[in-house]
């Protein structure tokens, strides 16, 4: 059993940076792929950002290419998303996941394991 939880969100203004922490509970965090996702008022969940079990390879949404970037810290056990030039359509409450598999972290479907989120709010 795997518990992620999320920290490090809050309020700041257009262009503003955060940095998102998911701690996960887990001996064996190396061994999964891990993601983020973001969900806004009214609209559906979206992928923003994931990395393989590696630290290989990463995955971006275009809507952050060049602003958002993912990490993790396997002596830690915790994953991060720095996140730089921030808009407001970048508002959302931001979850991270894990699973063996990173093609199921970036499609969000069949994943093992969700944190509960932390509120982001860019304001204008």
């Known amino acids: 059993q795997v518990q992620l939880v999320e920290s490090g969100g809050g309020l700041v203004q257009a262009g503003g940076s955060l940095r998102l922490s998911c701690a996960a509970s887990?001996?064996?965090?190396?061994?999964?792929?891990m993601g983020w996702f973001r969900q806004a008022p009214g609209k559906e969940r979206e992928f923003v950002a994931a990395?393989?079990?590696?630290?290989?390879?990463?995955y971006y949404a275009d809507s952050v290419k060049g602003r958002f970037t993912i990490s993790r810290d396997s002596a830690k056990n915790t994953l991060y998303l720095q996140m730089n030039n921030l808009k407001p359509d970048d508002t959302a409450v931001y979850s991270c996941?894990?699973?063996?598999?990173?093609?199921?972290?970036?499609?969000?479907?069949?994943?093992?394991?969700w944190g509960q989120g932390t509120q982001v709010t860019v304001s204008s």
């Open positions: 996941n894990a699973d063996l598999n990173v093609k199921d972290v970036i499609a969000g479907v069949g994943v093992n394991y």
């Open positions: 887990v001996r064996t965090f190396s061994i999964y792929a």
């Open positions: 990395i393989s079990r590696s630290d290989a390879s990463t």
